[in-house]
């Protein structure tokens, strides 16, 4: 048993689609969330960069004794997973990658997979690798697309209607591409899944669940699940404004965005990046 908080970040509202999955599979623990809005888009960020904000951010959480630690961000996956795990040995830290991986390879079939994600991210090839790693005998083909700023509109608040074009033209890349499965490679983008599914009608896959599964499955094994019957609460820090945070987030959500708090860490990225 622990009642300690589950911390959970991302560049800004996209972690809201993994925590509305952990919140439904484990609703009784606390969360900390983490939205470094104030650094978005990090797609467009050298991996150093990154790593020294995800470094920061996780220093924050541990502060805050989180439990363990959940990269809500593809790209934030990408360039620190493997960093911030050799950095902070003592908790647990996942990411969003490899649930996403293997959850498109359970749905495919006709091993044929589109990933929708930041240039970052795409340009990484992670999806790509993972599939491969865990697709063992199946041959599947990975096609990637990366957007440079599609995430950074959605943080900024995303119109369904006037920036649906924007979607249309991502999914639009894939055409003669016969894909069956599409990964919502970014956290932002499951958001606005419903826009997705206006100009693909094949298989859409979030990772949001399979990450929230590893991270209750990682908790249980260690008996470190709460003990509370209530419903948990969730504390929120920003590095952008609170007052923008909550009218982008109002619009996407539907948690009760209460328990807000604006953070500046300006200071502890100048102390990492002048070492």
């Known amino acids: 048993m622990d009642n300690r908080p589950i911390g959970v970040f991302d560049s800004g509202v996209g972690a809201f689609s993994v925590l509305e999955q ?100 795409a340009n990484s090839h992670a999806y790509k690798d993972k599939i491969e790693q865990f697709a063992k005998d199946k041959n599947i083909e990975v096609f990637e697309e990366g957007s440079i700023d599609l995430a950074h509109t959605i943080e900024s608040g995303f119109d369904k209607e006037k920036d649906a074009h924007i979607i249309e033209e991502f999914v639009g890349r894939f055409d003669g591409k016969d894909i069956d499965t599409l990964i919502l490679g970014c956290t932002h983008y499951p958001m606005i899944a419903d826009v997705f599914k206006k ?52 619009n996407l959500v539907d948690f009760e965005l209460t328990d807000i708090h604006h953070v500046d860490i300006e200071k502890e990225l100048a102390e990492k990046s002048n070492k």
Not at 56 to 85: G, M, P
Not at 226 to 233: C, I, K, M
């Open 199 to 250: 100009y693909y009608d094949g298989n859409l896959v979030d990772p949001g669940l399979s990450t929230a599964k590893t991270a209750m499955d990682i908790l249980t094994k260690k008996a470190m699940l709460t003990n509370s019957s209530v419903h948990g609460s969730i504390k929120y820090f920003v590095t952008s404004t609170v007052k923008s945070f909550i009218e982008v987030a109002k």
């Open 22 to 121: 952990l919140v439904k599979i484990m609703p009784n623990e606390n969360y900390v969330f983490f939205g470094d809005s104030g650094h978005n888009p990090y797609g467009q960020k050298t991996k150093q960069q990154l790593q020294t904000l995800c470094e920061v951010i996780a220093e924050f959480l541990i502060k805050h004794d989180v439990k363990i630690i959940v990269i809500a961000c593809n790209t934030a996956t990408v360039a620190s997973l493997e960093y911030l795990q050799g950095k902070f040995k003592d908790i647990d830290i996942i990411g969003v990658i490899e649930g996403g991986a293997k959850d498109a390879i359970k749905v495919t079939k006709n091993a044929k997979i589109g990933v929708c994600a930041t240039c970052f991210t």
